[in-house]
């Protein structure tokens, strides 16, 4: 197991919390139960219970460390905790992206997939620079014919959007082999309709909303239906945005649902259902 490092204090959105690497190996990122709590807008308690419940799903030294085992208390306070937190604890746990993300399956909430995307994206996926470049993998061209073979059957088959498809083509091709195409990306066609930005989360913002209730009124106007437990949006919500697939660092797939301005008209209307024709 790596050495824990303190990395200082991290910002994502109105939220502040501790940067940690190490634990679960050099330079992969870790969170503590005490700063996922705050981010959920929860009790550590909530969350330690949530977790000790189904303890047997999370490995240890790969998706949590339980702190009071691996620091002495003299270390409690660069990693955010009091003697005090400190004693009345039985467990002071450390999670990995993966283990996270296993946590997020077991609050299965509207809000937290969201706030999984933020975060990888915008810490779990921010490792510390290094002088090494990223090693020629694959040979491009043949990695790029696959991707794209992909791109064109998923579009063909799944309805997905075949500009959206070759975007996700290009960057598994640029993960796969270490180069950069963003070139390319340009020359892809534009939209037809105006690009999607909003989350329910920006939308509720504006209204003073929680997501749930704006997934819910969305639904309810005919723009997004429940697959299972995630949402899709609907042909007529298509007019509004555009759902765009994406694959975690787990291996969770899903799509994550874009609206564009003019979907706000729609939210504040008095008509219930919007009309596909």
């Known amino acids: 197991m790596s050495n824990l490092v303190v990395i200082g204090k991290q ?20 969170m503590t139960v005490k700063d996922i709590a705050m981010i959920h807008s929860t009790d550590v308690r909530t969350i330690n219970q949530s977790i000790n419940r189904n303890i047997e799903r999370f490995k240890s030294d790969v998706d949590i460390i339980d702190l009071k085992s691996v620091i002495t208390p003299s270390d409690l306070e660069k990693f955010g905790y009091t003697q005090n937190a400190w004693n009345r604890s039985n467990n002071i746990y450390l999670l990995s992206e993966r283990g996270y993300a296993k946590l997020l399956k077991i609050l299965e909430d509207d809000t937290a997939w969201e706030l999984y995307d933020q975060l990888v994206d915008s810490y779990f996926n921010m490792r510390e620079k290094t002088k090494t470049s990223i090693p020629r993998k694959k ?16 579009a063909e088959t799944l309805d997905v959007d075949l500009g959206i498809a070759c975007t996700v083509a290009i960057q598994r091709t640029e993960a796969k082999t270490g180069e950069s195409l963003g070139e390319y990306t340009k020359l892809l066609p534009s939209a037809d309709h105006k690009t999607g930005y909003l989350t329910p989360t920006k939308i509720g913002e504006k209204f003073n909303l929680s997501a749930i209730k704006v997934n819910k009124h969305l639904a309810e106007k005919g723009l997004q239906r429940k697959d299972g437990k995630k949402w899709r949006m609907t042909d007529a919500g298509k007019k509004f945005g555009e759902e765009i697939p994406f694959t975690a660092t787990n291996g969770h797939t899903d799509y994550q649902l874009k609206w564009n301005e003019s979907v706000l008209d729609v939210f504040c209307a008095k008509d219930n259902v919007v009309s596909i024709g």
């Open 11 to 30: 910002t994502l959105g109105k939220y502040n919390f501790t940067g940690i690497e190490g634990g679960f190996g050099e330079g992969k990122r870790a």
């Open 139 to 154: 040979a491009i061209n043949t990695v790029f014919r696959q991707e794209m073979s992909i791109a064109k059957t998923m």
